[in-house]
C-alpha cells in the first residue's frame, strides 16, 4: 500500500523551461512534505519542504506547492539547468506519529534538455 | 564537517553470511534511520530509532536487525543475506524536532548478495 506515490518515472525538459515534478498521498494525517534531490552514487540530499499549513514554498528557483484537499503536491522548477539533471524523491511525515517516521515515494528521473 | 559516514561503501556477500552495515553521524541528531534503495521501488524504510536506546520497525523490516549503539550510531545487520537484499542500503540523521523533520543522508552502502 503505497502511501506517496510518484506516478511519473521519468521526465524530459528542455533547459531553461520549467519542471513539474508530481507527488500524490493517501494518508491524511501527513503533515509535512518533502522533495530530496539525489545524484548517481550519492546520497539523496534535501531540497525544500511545506507544511500542511500552508500552500505554497518558495526556494529560489524551486517552488514546492501543496493541494490538501486533492492530496496533492507539485515540485516546479524554473527555469530548468543541467544541473537539475537528477533522481527527485517526494517524502511525508507526521509530527502526529509518536516516531517520525517518513515516508518517500519512487521517484522521477529528471533529465534537462540542452 | 562529516555529517553521516556509512561503512562499507561496497559489500559482495554469499547467500547465508552475515555482515553489518554501520553509520554513524556527528551531528548531536536524535533519530536515525536505515533505509533500502531498489530500482523502479525508491527508498523503502527497514528501521529507524527516535531517539537512543529505542528502535521500530519500518516498511520492509523482514531479514534485518539494528542496534542504536548510542547517540551517535546507528548499525543494520544481515544475520542470514539472501539474494533480495541485493540493494543499495542508505543511513539518515535528523534532529527530530523543528518545523520540518529533514534527514540528512550518507553516501550509501551497495550490497551485493550472490
Known amino acids: 500500500d503505497q502511501q506517496v506515490k510518484q506516478n511519473s518515472p521519468s521526465l524530459s525538459v528542455q533547459e531553461g523551461r520549467i519542471s513539474i515534478l508530481n507527488c500524490d498521498y493517501t494518508n491524511s494525517m501527513f503533515d509535512y512534505f518533502l522533495w530530496y534531490k539525489k545524484y548517481p552514487a550519492e546520497g539523496p540530499t534535501f531540497l525544500i519542504s511545506i507544511s500542511s499549513i500552508k500552500d505554497k514554498n518558495e526556494d529560489g528557483r524551486f517552488t514546492v506547492f501543496l493541494n490538501k484537499s486533492a492530496k496533492h503536491l507539485s515540485l516546479h522548477i524554473v527555469p530548468s539547468q543541467p544541473g537539475d539533471s537528477a533522481v527527485y524523491f517526494c517524502?511525508?511525515?507526521?509530527?502526529?506519529?509518536?516516531?517520525?517516521?517518513?515516508?518517500f515515494g519512487k521517484g522521477t528521473r529528471l533529465h534537462i534538455l540542452p | 564537517n562529516a555529517g553521516v559516514t556509512q561503512t562499507p561503501k561496497f559489500q559482495v556477500l554469499k547467500t547465508g553470511q552475515s555482515m553489518t552495515l554501520q553509520c554513524a553521524q556527528d551531528m548531536n541528531h536524535n533519530s536515525m534511520y536505515w533505509y533500502r534503495q531498489d530500482p523502479g521501488m525508491g527508498l523503502r524504510l527497514i528501521y529507524y530509532?527516535?531517539?537512543?536506546?529505542?528502535?521500530d520497525k519500518g516498511e520492509v523490516p523482514n531479514g534485518y536487525n539494528v542496534s542504536r549503539l548510542n547517540k551517535r550510531e546507528f548499525s543494520l545487520r544481515l544475520e542470514s543475506a539472501a539474494p533480495s537484499q541485493t540493494s543499495v542500503y542508505f543511513c539518515?540523521?535528523?534532529?527530530?524536532?523543528?518545523?520540518?523533520?529533514?534527514?540528512?543522508f550518507g553516501a550509501g552502502s551497495r550490497l551485493t548478495v550472490l
Open positions: 517524502a511525508a511525515s507526521s509530527r502526529l506519529y509518536r516516531d517520525d517516521k517518513i515516508i
Open positions: 539518515a540523521s535528523s534532529e527530530n524536532g523543528g518545523e520540518a523533520n529533514v534527514l540528512t
Open positions: 530509532s527516535a531517539s537512543e536506546g529505542t528502535t
